[in-house]
Antibody, heavy 121, light 108 residues
Framework: EVQLVESGGGLVQPGGSLRLSCAAS????????MNWVRQTPGKGLEWLSY???????IYADSVKGRFTISRDNAKYSLSLQMNSVRVEDTAVYYCARGGRDGNNNDAFDIWGQGTMVTVSS | EIVLTQSPGTLSLSPGERATLSCRASQSVGNNHLAWYQQKPGQAPRLLIH???RRATGIADRFSGSGSGTDFTLTINRLEPEDFALYYC?????????FGPGTKVDIK
């Protein structure tokens, strides 16, 4: 079964750090581009970051310079390092599979179940 | 950034009726790279339609997408009880994908 499973969410203080992970299974992870998307009741779905097979990365302005996406193809794992977090980063965070052509122009066909991040003092 | 607007915000229909959801982009969506997702409470979004009109794997044929440029439509024929949910459009024709605010299809 093709599956993505996020972990690492929790409560973090403003200015703190958190690392989210996404474990992939059921497909050849190294073949696919991957993304992080978050969802809040107020802002809806927001794409955050993309990583290609060759580890080219793209970030939304809202997280650029604070969040870092990375992947370990051998471990079938995707990560999001979140630094200098803000109250407005409170959301459910999803990893989502993109395409295979390396052009960041595919819909997200597989999503994890999400992990909740709460930023509060 | 391409801004997507969805209408209506809420659509109240009965099972068996047809739902027509609209998604309008602030500028033309490159290569009609427009997707539709369904989301139910407590679940992740599920891809229904990509490339404006192509059904994703395993999606029932009562779901169809159409449109090009800046105006896109998701049609759900003969609503089933499991179709009452939130629906989002997404453009992925630029390097910065964006999502619409969603349309809720609820039971009348």
């Amino acid at each position: 079964e093709v599956q993505l499973v996020e972990s690492g969410g929790g409560l973090v203080q403003p200015g703190g750090s958190l690392r989210l992970s996404c474990a992939a299974s059921g497909f050849t992870f190294s073949d696919y581009e991957m993304n992080w998307v978050r969802q809040t009741p107020g802002k809806g779905l927001e794409w955050l970051s993309y990583i290609s097979h060759s580890e080219i990365t793209i970030y939304a302005d809202s997280v650029k310079g604070r969040f870092t996406i990375s992947r370990d193809n051998a471990k079938y794992s995707l990560s999001l390092q979140m630094n200098s977090v803000r109250v407005e980063d409170t959301a459910v965070y999803y990893c989502a599979r993109g395409g295979r052509d390396g052009n960041n122009n595919d819909a997200f066909d597989i999503w994890g179940q999400g992990t909740m991040v709460t930023v509060s003092s | 950034e391409i801004v997507l607007t969805q209408s209506p915000g809420t659509l109240s229909l009965s099972p068996g009726e047809r739902a027509t959801l609209s998604c309008r982009a602030s500028q033309s969506v490159g290569n009609n790279h427009l997707a539709w997702y369904q989301q139910k409470p407590g679940q992740a979004p599920r891809l229904l339609i990509h490339s404006a009109s192509r059904r994703a794997t395993g999606i029932a044929d009562r779901f169809s997408g159409s449109g090009s440029g800046t105006d896109f439509t998701l049609t759900i024929n003969r609503l089933e009880p499991e179709d009452f949910a939130l629906y989002y459009c997404q453009q992925y024709g630029s390097s910065f994908p964006t999502f619409g605010p969603g349309t809720k299809v609820d039971i009348k």
